[in-house]
């Protein structure tokens, strides 16, 4: 300001006192707004920082770590002055979930009468049902039967039943997924043939130096387990097969954990409700979903997604403030995105309020790395045909945006869509960082982040007159993109879903499962010849068709089993 009017005075501006009060005025407004985007960029950075930091322990849901970024937010919505809409006037809705399995009390093997150390000699599989085996062991090779490739380790074997079956973890071609027995490299499918050849338990070895066993770290994955022990034995198999009686026993127990999505609510009595989210959990110490190879390290996520966490609490400040009445806003911090969208899927299926009255979801992940061109991703805006010409008209801080229709995608955004509720999904782009223990607080392009946050709020601004927006379906060509897969089934998973096959939470419209009649809610148990147990295994089954395929596809739908006829193209 006092620059401001040196300026008058130097020019002498020939200025009725009107006129001054009015350019002061503007003047004033100006250096208020520069004040505020000043406060904006501090306060992102100080809860991106607190959020971020390594005694947060990488905020994994149902951890500690979850915990205390739970009780920042809440703090920052009781300030802000949010109401609480979460389970009995909390700001918390909790959700239960199934994180993989862990040892029970007793995992134990004995070969030759010499008990076995756990973990330094052997090791339970996540496809092993709980229980005891006693038995002679039999050496099955690689236990693959598989006529159309020329080789069947089962052939002429009469001398199985009721044995332990010793199996090769590898296959004739290594571990290549992609070689002539690549398929067999999945041990479900062998275990599932030793069963039927019955067999007691199931050990798997392995004799190839140049390859490792499997994993135990896959205890994270929701494995559907067989039924009979499996365990993976680190020593010489000639050692199993000496003619002692082998003695096996496995328990495993699910590991049952609590989320917390964080709900806060501005009540303006409207007729509508704008949804505003973005998830706050991340990876704790590395494990499943990591791209970092090390030892286990903490991995603070400080643009996935405290950028989109400290984008939700500013939006929440600022439009508190600025007291617009033509909407309700429902501020929701997800946990659980990172799983599998658990948070954002459960809040839709247990909503807090009629799903019918959401004018709109914005979701934020991954906020915190404008890049110089000032790139700003949207995705969802096909989901109503109001989002365009709304986007159009915004000239916020020199961003321009890149758009895609599709309302499905890797974020909470859609589980709401997926409720047909008009989506847009806002990204500045992936990273080297990505899902490591580098992306750390001082990586943030915080000032890039704060005109993500005044681009959103302007956005909200301009439709804030505007009745609830319409609903547009989207053609959805993301939902099973990955290189794995040569075909496409057309179906969203419901990842939190803990029984046997698949749940379809939602389905593409013009793909092979809406033509062939799925819906959403079926389970699907078998794909062809393939039995689905679980999310790994319909990965597995789907990689085996291509383009031009048709096979049957079983679904359970309430307590019938249907059969439908599949085409992919």
Avoid at 198 to 205: H, I, R, S, Y
Avoid at 312 to 325: F, N, S, T, V
Avoid at 416 to 440: A, C, W
Wanted: one cysteine or more.
């Amino acid at each position: 300001m006092k620059e401001a009017k040196m300026n008058i005075n130097k020019h002498k501006l020939p200025l009725t006192n009107k006129v001054l009060a009015i350019f002061l005025l503007l003047l004033s407004c100006s250096a208020f707004g520069q004040a505020a985007d000043t406060k904006l960029v501090k306060n992102v950075k100080s809860h991106i920082s607190i959020l971020a930091a390594d005694s947060f322990l990488g905020r994994e849901t149902g951890t500690p770590g979850e915990k205390m970024a739970s009780d920042y937010i809440v703090k920052q919505f009781k300030d802000i002055g949010l109401k609480p809409l979460g389970d009995m006037n909390t700001y918390l809705q909790a959700f239960d979930f199934n994180d993989g399995v862990r040892y029970g009390k007793t995992n134990t093997m004995r070969v030759s009468k010499t008990d076995l150390v756990l973990d330094s000699a052997f090791y339970p599989l996540p496809f092993a049902a709980n229980g005891k085996a006693a038995g002679m062991a039999v050496d099955v090779l690689y236990g693959i039967s598989a006529d159309s490739l020329g080789r069947n380790d089962y052939t002429g074997r009469s001398d199985l039943a009721g044995k332990i079956f010793v199996i090769e973890s590898g296959t004739p071609d290594g571990n290549n997924p992609h070689a002539r027995f690549g398929e067999y490299t999945d041990l479900r499918a062998r275990i599932d043939t030793a069963i039927a050849k019955g067999a007691l338990a199931v050990v798997f070895v392995n004799s190839d130096t140049a390859q490792t066993g499997p994993d135990k770290h896959d205890f994270h994955h929701k494995i559907t387990p067989g039924s009979v022990p499996v365990v993976f034995y680190m020593g010489d198999k000639k050692n199993l097969l000496s003619g002692d009686v082998l003695e096996i026993e496995v328990e495993l127990e699910k590991v049952a954990r609590i989320g917390h999505n964080i709900v806060g609510f501005i009540d303006n009595k409207a007729q509508n409700t704008i949804v505003i989210g973005a998830h706050y959990d991340h990876l704790g110490m590395g494990g499943e979903g990591s791209l970092y190879r090390g030892a286990p390290a903490v991995h603070n996520g400080a643009d996935d997604n405290a950028s989109g966490t400290a984008a939700l609490i500013e939006l929440a400040r600022i439009i508190k403030d600025k007291k617009y009445k033509g909407h309700n806003f429902l501020f929701l911090a997800f946990s659980g995105e990172e799983k599998g969208l658990y948070g954002s899927a459960y809040f839709t299926k247990s909503p807090v309020l009629k799903l019918a009255t959401i004018s709109y979801m914005l979701n934020m992940d991954m906020v915190g790395r404008l890049n110089e061109e000032k790139v700003l991703l949207v995705y969802g805006v096909g989901t109503s045909p109001e989002w365009m010409p709304a986007l159009n008209k915004l000239n916020v801080d020199g961003i321009k945006i890149k758009t895609t229709d599709s309302g499905i995608g890797p974020s909470d955004h859609t589980s709401f869509y997926l409720k047909d509720i008009p989506v847009l999904h806002f990204f500045t782009g992936t990273h080297s960082d990505y899902h490591k223990p580098s992306d750390d607080a001082d990586k943030v392009n915080y000032t890039g982040e704060a005109s993500v946050v005044n681009y959103i709020l302007a956005l909200v601004e301009g439709l804030n007159s505007q009745d609830k927006l319409a609903f547009s379906k989207t053609k959805d060509d993301k939902n099973e993109d990955t290189p794995r897969f040569k075909v496409t089934l057309g179906v969203v998973p419901d990842y939190a879903y803990d029984g046997e096959g698949l749940r379809i939470d939602g389905i593409s419209e013009g793909k092979a499962a809406a033509k062939a009649g799925l819906k959403a809610g079926d389970v699907v148990i078998q794909m062809g010849d393939n039995k689905v147990l679980d999310m790994m295994s319909y990965m597995k089954a789907l990689s085996k068709f291509t383009k031009g395929a048709e096979t049957i596809v079983k679904v359970k739908r309430d307590k019938e089993i249907v059969e439908y006829k599949v085409l992919f193209q």
